[in-house]
Each structure stands twice: as structure tokens, then as C-alpha cells.
């Protein structure tokens, strides 16, 4: 194996790092009053942060757009949320063309979104426009999301499941499409979305009403004597006049970052500081127990997400003449972030500690460097040699620590999954009960007035905080 060597005439300064506005403390107070159901005014103290270009920009556009979806407002949200999937595609363009990050001090670089959060930002836009009956301009971002996952898959080699929650919301959007526009290529491309969900996921009822349906309205008979022979006769008891409602439930609150504690507490990551050492020709002064005695109070720069609250684990839908059952999870939100991030350490963990331990290296050598400077140039330096010597030598671990820091940023107001539930009705006006039920019974509810009409879909939209 070819030996790097450290040189320590090139001397490697200590940045004193100037972050900028720190996004943790600017959204405590947001964060507390989105948690408290104050959507809208929440909303409302981003607004500086929304229109501010910075490094951190693009998370506080997240923020905004989807407490303002969690607010009933729709059109707003989706003023935001488009810009901040303009500025997540140049960020990502632009990272990809310049040196790819290493995780040592992220938090002074531009926010690019996890990749599940830049996934979410193009489901919630497809979202809001279902709620505002735009079925065309919704389609468009759940195309744009699967292109995403696409490029993921093809650029990381990364196997990331499909987002099931965005392919059935895309099934709906091509099924009021075909209403409207009576087209029976909408029908057909709604009927692949559903047989899509259902291969992944079986155990999902809903789906299976919809694969005899879409059967029965493109005409193919073939599969709609198989799907019925398998499932039952489902279709069998809608109303010919019906009309839908589909629940979107957002339950809880999902995971956020951590850190990992101390660098060297991860043996994972000490072993491999250790292995790119021991693999080093060190310059004079520099030894490995050195290295690793500078390193001592730096904290591991890739953090870990860690789940928080979450009570409802489903919510049902009831009213005068309505059981409507209870709501189906198809995307678990919390268990993707925790899970990419694993993912993600165990590929580049390796890099990331060959990387600290150049840095670590470097900044001993150039303490040794200046230590050495001071020493030869007493007689002319004066009384600033022991100065000099004392500020190379006695600063490495605490600057060392200063650089190599987790980026804790993530998107704090997402929930903890999405669920979906649908339910045919006669057309009229319905006073819904929506509740959350937890593992010790119900934990929220509300009722909400609903208008259904005969052959269209009514979204409804409910979060819980807890």
C-alpha cells in the first residue's frame, strides 16, 4: 500500500468557524408554537428565514410549506414548496459538480435535504394540489418524486423502497383525470399504480377495491374475474352514485438528529482513524497516541436520527351511518430516516475517518511546526515566542473539535408516518368524528363537516402532534 506523507511545511491553519444563523435556536420557537396546533403563525415566524439566502434556507422553505399544509393552506404551502424543490435541485447540482462533503463541519454549507426529505417536499406539493382539486399539476410532482428515487438508485446504488403513500396519491390523481377529462389512458395508468402498491404491499385493503374497479372501468374482464376470484366481490356494495372520501392521516412527530457522542467512543470509527494512521508517514513530533489524544473531545460528525413522539397509531372515521374503519400506514417516515442514515454510515464511515485523521495529522504537524518557529527565532521574536508555541500546541484539540462537528439540521415538523384510508358514501352533507386511537384507546379527536358528491373524490387532511 502506498504511504501518504504529511508535510509540515505546508502549515494547515485552524478556521475559527463563523456560522452564520444557527436554524436549531431561530425554530424553537416555531417549533413550539406548530406543536401546540398554532399552524398558521408558526407559518409566520419563518417568513424572515423563508426569504433569506443562506446555508440555511432551503430547510427553513420546508418548515414553512408544510406547517401551512398542516394549516389548510394549501396554495400558500405550495408557493413555497416549489421554490424550496427549485433550490433542493440546484443545491444537489451544484454539490454534485464541486468536492463531495466528507461530514466533517456540514453546518456551514447549503442545507441539501436528506434524501428522503427532498423525496417528501414533491409528495406534500402533489399533496396540496389533490386538496385543491388539481389532479394535472399533481401528477407532475409524483413524477418528479419517482425520477428522484430513480436517480438515488442509479448515482448511489442506494435500493430505496418505492414511497407507497405518493403512488397511491398519483393512482388518485390519474383516476380524477380520467373523470374529467375522459380520458380511459388515465384509467389505465391508475390501474399500474395500484397493482404496483399491491405487489409491494398486499396486506393493504384499499388497493384491492381499487384493482377491481380500474379492472372493470378499462374493460379488461380477464383481470377482473381474477381480482375477484382472489378478493371477493368488494366493488359489489358501492353505490353506483357514490362518492369518495380518502383520509390522509399524519401522525405524530418523526425522528431528528442526534449526535453520536464522542468520536472515539465509536469503535467502528476508531478502528478506521487508527487503520489510516498506521498507514501515514508522520512528520516529526507527530505520533499516532498524539493523534488520538487531539481527537479525544471531537464529536462523531455523522449524527444518527432518533425517533420521538408518536401516541396515534391509526385514526377511524365514523358519523351517522358511517364505520368507516380504521386508516392503513404506507409510509413510515421515522423508520426511513433512521434507517437511510444507517445506511448511510456504514458506506461512509471508512471516508470520513480517513479524512479526520489527514486533518488531525496536519494540524499537530503545523503546532509542532510552529512550536519549532518559536523556539529557533527566540532572540528575535522576544516575548512573543512562548506565546506562539504555547497557542500552536495547547489549541489542536479544541480546534481540532471545533471543525469536526455533526450537522443536526433536518426537517423537525414532518410526522412520524402516513396513513390513508378510503371510504365510498351516498352523495350529501356528513358530520365526520375523525379520531386517533393509541395503545391505550382514543388520544384525539375531532369532528369535521364533509360534503360528498356523486363520483368525486373529497380529501380530508389530519395531523396529530404527539
Known amino acids: 500500500m502506498k504511504r501518504r506523507r504529511i508535510i509540515p511545511a505546508i502549515a494547515v491553519t485552524l ?243 442526534q449526535s453520536r457522542g464522542k468520536l472515539l467512543a465509536d469503535v467502528q470509527m476508531k478502528t478506521a482513524i487508527n487503520v489510516s494512521l498506521q498507514g501515514m508517514s508522520l512528520a516529526e513530533g507527530v505520533t499516532v497516541a498524539g493523534v488520538l489524544v487531539a481527537l479525544a473531545v471531537a464529536e462523531n460528525p455523522i449524527p444518527k436520527f432518533v425517533k420521538r413522539s408518536n401516541k396515534g397509531r391509526y385514526a377511524t372515521i365514523s358519523g351517522k351511518g358511517v364505520n368507516g374503519g380504521s386508516t392503513y400506514m404506507l409510509e413510515e417516515i421515522e423508520n426511513t430516516a433512521v434507517k437511510n442514515m444507517e445506511d448511510q454510515y456504514a458506506s461512509m464511515y471508512a471516508k470520513v475517518a480517513a479524512s479526520i485523521a489527514v486533518k488531525a495529522v496536519a494540524s499537530i504537524a503545523a503546532g509542532v511546526a510552529a512550536k519549532k518557529l518559536a523556539k529557533n527565532m527566540g532572540g528575535t521574536v522576544g516575548a512573543f515566542s512562548g506565546l506562539i508555541g504555547a497557542a500552536a500546541g495547547a489549541g489542536v484539540g479544541a480546534g481540532l473539535a471545533s471543525q469536526i462537528k455533526p450537522d443536526l439540521r433536518c426537517w423537525h415538523s414532518l410526522p412520524a408516518n402516513l396513513q390513508v384510508k378510503k371510504i365510498f358514501l351516498k352523495p350529501g352533507k356528513y358530520d365526520l368524528s375523525l379520531s386517533a386511537v393509541g395503545d391505550g384507546g382514543v388520544v384525539d379527536q375531532k369532528t369535521i363537516p364533509v360534503e360528498i358528491e356523486a363520483g368525486k373524490k373529497t380529501l380530508l387532511n389530519y395531523r396529530t402532534l404527539f
Open 15 to 257: 478556521l475559527a468557524l463563523c456560522c452564520t444563523a444557527n436554524y436549531t435556536l431561530q425554530m424553537q420557537e416555531s417549533e413550539k408554537q406548530f406543536y401546540a396546533g398554532k399552524y398558521l403563525e408558526a407559518a409566520r415566524t419563518l417568513l424572515p428565514y423563508v426569504n433569506k439566502s443562506d446555508e440555511d434556507q432551503l430547510l427553513f422553505m420546508m418548515e414553512a410549506g408544510l406547517m401551512l399544509h398542516a394549516g389548510g393552506e394549501f396554495e400558500k404551502s405550495n408557493q413555497v414548496l416549489l421554490s424550496a424543490a427549485d433550490l433542493s435541485e440546484k443545491i444537489a447540482t451544484s454539490i454534485s459538480k464541486g468536492a463531495v462533503s466528507l461530514f466533517l463541519n456540514d453546518t456551514v454549507t447549503n442545507y441539501k435535504g436528506e434524501d428522503f426529505e427532498r423525496v417528501l417536499i414533491h409528495m406534500y406539493l402533489g399533496m396540496n394540489f389533490l386538496m385543491l382539486d388539481k389532479p394535472d399539476e399533481a401528477r407532475v410532482e409524483f413524477k418528479r418524486l419517482d425520477d428522484i428515487l430513480r436517480g438515488i438508485k442509479e448515482s448511489g446504488g442506494k435500493s430505496y423502497k418505492q414511497n407507497l403513500m405518493a403512488k397511491y396519491l398519483y393512482g388518485l390523481a390519474f383516476e380524477i383525470s380520467a373523470v374529467t377529462q375522459k380520458d380511459e389512458n388515465d384509467y389505465n395508468d391508475a390501474y399500474v399504480e395500484y397493482k404496483q402498491i399491491y405487489a409491494q404491499d398486499p396486506a393493504f385493503e384499499s388497493v384491492k377495491a381499487d384493482l377491481l374497479r380500474m379492472a372493470k372501468a378499462i374493460g379488461d374482464t380477464e383481470d377482473y374475474n381474477k381480482w375477484r376470484g382472489k378478493f371477493g366481490a368488494l366493488d359489489a356494495g358501492i353505490p353506483k352514485d357514490a362518492g369518495e372520501l380518502v383520509l390522509v392521516y399524519q401522525s405524530g412527530q418523526s425522528a431528528i438528529k
